[in-house]
């Protein structure tokens, strides 16, 4: 899983709480991305940054916030309008001509 | 819009026997196609992209790729297949509107039976 690092593996959100998913990279890349993954559904885009203190909505962005204070680090926060969290989160990132995503181990998520 | 389709869930193959994992896509001008690879409760690996270039493209653990414009496909292929290639393959196709983002296919899951 290269340079890039998400924690926990494993995290359990009770009803109405807000949980942060970290993610740190060590590549120097520029963009990061924040991936759903559910079963047969592929993997669904829901933040990314291109640049430190930018962002932009995926396609299913509802529910979720992110920051990038740091170019090595995009948490994503599931907050509580997220009805349906549980899903395997990925995180990813990319360096300069952007053609590879290179990917973290991802965070089980699963509501208590 | 690009997109990319994958239409077998699930392909089961003998060890030792080729094996092709099917991909079509979409897109308006000339497509950047990736394949990656998942096994059980990990993240996806790259295996091989294609840009520009020779139709054919080789990439990691013997896997290749036969990038094709009249079909708009871009089957993953081996010629001998492992019991170890059993995994979640994925193929992904890159925004061409700048933000350089990935669209990716359902998956199909592989298996190799021994």
């Known amino acids: 899983d290269g340079g890039i690092t998400q924690s926990p593996k494993y995290l359990f959100r009770k009803e109405g709480q807000n949980v942060t998913l970290s993610c740190e990279q060590n590549l120097n890349h520029d963009a990061m991305y924040w991936y759903r993954q559910d079963p047969g559904q592929g993997l669904r885009l829901i933040y990314y940054?291109?640049?430190?203190?930018?962002?932009q909505k995926g396609d299913i962005a509802e529910g979720y916030s992110v920051s990038r204070e740091k170019k090595e680090s995009f948490p994503l926060t599931v907050t509580s309008a997220q009805k349906n969290p549980t899903a395997f989160y990925l995180c990813a990132s990319t360096g300069q001509g952007r053609n590879i995503q290179y990917f973290g181990a991802g965070t089980r998520l699963s509501v208590l | 819009a690009q997109s990319v389709a994958q239409p077998e869930d699930q392909v089961n193959v003998a060890e030792g026997n080729p094996l092709t994992v099917k991909c079509t896509y979409s897109?308006?001008?000339?497509?950047?196609l990736f394949w990656y690879v998942q096994y059980p409760n990990r993240g996806l690996q790259f295996l091989l992209k294609y840009i520009t270039g020779d139709n054919l493209v080789k990439g990691s653990y013997g896997f290749e790729a036969e990038f094709n414009k009249s079909q708009t496909s871009f089957h993953l292929k081996k010629p001998s297949a492992l019991v170890s290639d059993s995994a979640l393959y994925f193929c992904?196709?890159?925004?061409?509107?700048?933000?350089?983002?990935?669209?990716f296919g359902t998956g199909t899951r592989l298996t190799v039976i021994p």
């Open positions: 940054s291109q640049i430190v203190n930018d962002f």
């Open positions: 992904a196709v890159r925004d061409q509107t700048g933000a350089n983002n990935l669209f």
């Open positions: 897109v308006s001008g000339n497509p950047y």
